[in-house]
């Protein structure tokens, strides 16, 4: 079973930018599609973006798109988030989560391992 760590998170100012890590232990890391989510205080959980086996497929959260990045490592056993142009709407509890899967998922109920989160916060 796979075991999922994010870490990366932090403080920064609007506009600026963050790299969050998820990184793997204890399966075969290249089996499973991978997606980033986030929530707010007293918001639903969020699809951020999601990554195929492979990378080769990819998708974004509309709010998202164009400016965060989503790329794996499968050597490393890791998964990245690029963030740019970070918004205060930004802040959450980012989340990575696995699915062991040759397709892609962007709903949170079609992961089944998940990370303990890292807490982003953008500063206006």
């Known amino acids: 079973q796979v075991q999922l760590v994010e870490s990366g998170g932090g403080l920064v100012q609007a506009g600026g930018s963050l790299r969050l890590s998820c990184a793997a232990s204890?399966?075969?890391?290249?089996?499973?599609?991978m997606g980033w989510f986030r929530q707010a205080p007293g918001k639903e959980r969020e699809v951020v973006t999601a990554?195929?086996?492979?990378?080769?497929?990819?998708d974004y959260g509309g709010s998202v798109q164009g400016r965060f990045t989503i790329s794996r490592n499968n050597a490393e056993n890791t998964v990245y988030l690029q963030m740019k142009s970070l918004k205060p709407e930004d802040t959450a509890v980012y989340y990575c989560?696995?699915?062991?899967?040759?397709?892609?998922?962007?709903?949170?109920?079609?992961?089944?391992?998940w990370g303990q989160g890292t807490q982003v916060t953008v500063s206006s």
């Open positions: 990554i195929s086996w492979n990378g080769g497929i990819t």
């Open positions: 989560a696995a699915d062991r899967t040759f397709g892609l998922h962007a709903r949170a109920s079609e992961y089944e391992l």
């Open positions: 204890g399966g075969t890391f290249s089996r499973y599609a």
